[in-house]
């Protein structure tokens, strides 16, 4: 069994109905609590049941943001964030820096299920304790995008094959005032992402190297987090974990142990992905830029490959055929109908 506490919110699940049954009666009999059935919704995130899996999104959550941010009657936009856009402090400041940063922090949340808008999330969120309305135009876009993607979630399957597999990439440079890189990394389990970030790195790289290097140390140490988890719930995958990377350079410094003076800059700490390689707990192979699904945690990327990777990470609408779920569509249609309605008002104003 495994046992999920959240205050007083319970998620429960096991492989035996009646060691579960057993267990909810001793809680009942100790404390009032309420068995819900299949998991529906939690914390804002609803769970669906499909054919071979769960269908898990926020689509209410997105909702009441295009609700408070009064977006609901917006142009939808293709992706989260213009491939030309450059973030920077200055310009003229917002005048209202709380529902900016009301807004954003809603946003946060929503990276939960939706991690294809981590990136741009991420970078609005640096701007909090002064946006500018050059922000505030990129948050715009980003509730745009959801109001095009509204029930839009992750996809989970029973997999066939359990392996840990993680890919890292890292936009060196990225900033422009203070030219430090943003690295990304999403990792698999089964073909199922599990784990994924998109963050600034806290040292400016002299390299692209040195910044994919550091950002395959980032997602090392992930990876042997979860391994850990793993092995306490008695779910340790059979094959060593795999990072993938574009960048030869680095993937040639993780497996070879001669240091040369363009890499003796580099902190000793991030040398622990070598020794994880050399003790064989690790693999790291080369992958193209094209298909590097950590891409998408980088950069600002055109429509066409910006869809692809979204599809790579098993990002995308409800399944057609939902179990027991004439209500989960009759839910999407509701919130259709009310975006169809908010989208023929202005059209009623202007005809009267």
């Known amino acids: 069994m495994y046992l999920l506490v959240y205050v007083d919110d319970l998620i429960l699940t096991g492989n035996q109905p009646s060691a579960l049954a057993s267990f909810i009666n001793c809680l009942h009999n100790e404390f009032a609590i309420k068995d819900l059935g299949k998991l529906n919704y939690f914390l804002g995130l609803e769970g669906t049941y499909t054919k071979n899996g769960l269908f898990l999104n926020q689509s209410k959550y997105t909702l009441d943001i295009l609700t408070r941010a009064k977006m609901l009657d917006a142009k939808p936009a293709p992706t989260p964030l213009s491939t030309n856009v450059s973030f920077v402090s200055t310009g003229d400041l917002f005048f209202n820096a709380t529902h900016y940063r009301s807004i954003v922090g809603a946003l946060q949340y929503l990276t939960i299920t939706r991690p294809d808008i981590s990136y741009v999330v991420n970078q609005v969120s640096q701007f909090l304790h002064a946006p500018t309305i050059a922000h505030y135009q990129e948050?715009?876009?980003?509730?745009?995008?959801?109001?095009?993607?509204?029930?839009?979630?992750?996809?989970?399957?029973?997999?066939?094959?359990?392996?840990?597999?993680?890919?890292?990439?890292?936009?060196?440079?990225?900033?422009?005032?203070?030219?430090?890189?943003?690295?990304?990394?999403?990792?698999?389990?089964?073909?199922n992402l599990i784990s994924w970030s998109a963050k600034k790195q806290p040292t400016v790289a002299r390299s692209s190297c040195e910044s994919e290097y550091r950002a395959m140390a980032n997602t090392a140490a992930e990876i042997v987090w979860i391994t850990h988890l793993l092995h306490e719930l008695h779910a340790i995958p059979a094959d060593r974990p795999t990072i993938l990377c574009d960048n030869q350079s680095a993937l040639f410094l993780t497996q070879n142990p001669v240091s040369h003076k363009r890499a003796k800059h580099i902190d000793l700490d991030y040398h622990f992905l070598r020794e994880l390689i050399a003790s064989g707990k690790l693999i790291t192979k080369f992958v193209p830029t094209k298909l590097q699904v950590a891409d998408i945690f980088t950069n600002s990327l055109p429509k066409p490959q910006f869809i692809n990777l979204r599809q790579m990470l098993r990002i995308g609408p409800p399944p057609f055929r939902l179990r027991g779920?004439?209500?989960?569509?009759?839910?999407?249609?509701?919130?259709?109908?009310?975006?169809f309605i908010y989208s023929l008002v202005p059209l009623y104003v202007y005809i009267l």
């Open 139 to 191: 948050v715009k876009r980003i509730l745009r995008y959801l109001k095009g993607t509204l029930a839009f979630g992750l996809h989970y399957s029973r997999p066939t094959h359990t392996s840990l597999l993680g890919y890292s990439d890292a936009d060196w440079a990225r900033c422009l005032e203070t030219r430090r890189s943003t690295y990304g990394y999403s990792i698999f389990l089964g073909g």
């Open 325 to 339: 779920g004439i209500l989960a569509n009759l839910y999407i249609l509701v919130y259709l109908f009310v975006i």
